[in-house]
Nanobody, 114 residues
Framework: VQLVESGGGLVQPGGSLRLSCAAS????????MGWYRQAPGKQRELVAT???????NYADSVKDRFTISRDNAKNLVSLQMNSLKPEDTAVYYC?????????WGQGTQVTVSS
């Protein structure tokens, strides 16, 4: 499974960004996808997940601001981030989970600063 992220960048506080992650390869056994993030000097933390059923889960810090969605036909998972805060600054990593492994994208930088 290969994952390619896009959509990071620099945005002012209160702004929005949309991250996308395209999956390819042996994707048929994937049952969940999502996003983690890692800020400098901090551990990687879960941001949001979406299962094949469409069930979603969010970190408390991003609830009501971020929305995860999945286009199964395009093998694409997206993260719409609104009302961004400086503390959202991090490298965001897409992941895909199948029964054997968790696969990771290369990461995309999100910087929230005025």
């Amino acid at each position: 499974v290969q994952l390619v992220e896009s959509g990071g960048g620099l945005v002012q506080p209160g702004g929005s960004l949309r991250l996308s992650c395209a999956a390819s390869g042996n994707i048929f056994s994937i049952y969940a996808m999502g996003w983690y993030r890692q800020a400098p000097g901090k551990q990687r933390e879960l941001v949001a997940t979406i299962a094949n059923s469409g069930h979603t889960n969010y970190a408390d810090s991003v609830k009501d601001r971020f929305t995860i969605s999945r286009d199964n036909a395009k093998n694409l998972v997206s993260l719409q981030m609104n009302s961004l805060k400086p503390e959202d600054t991090a490298v965001y990593y897409c992941y895909a989970q199948n029964p054997q492994n968790r696969y990771w994208g290369q990461g995309t930088q999100v910087t929230v600063s005025s």
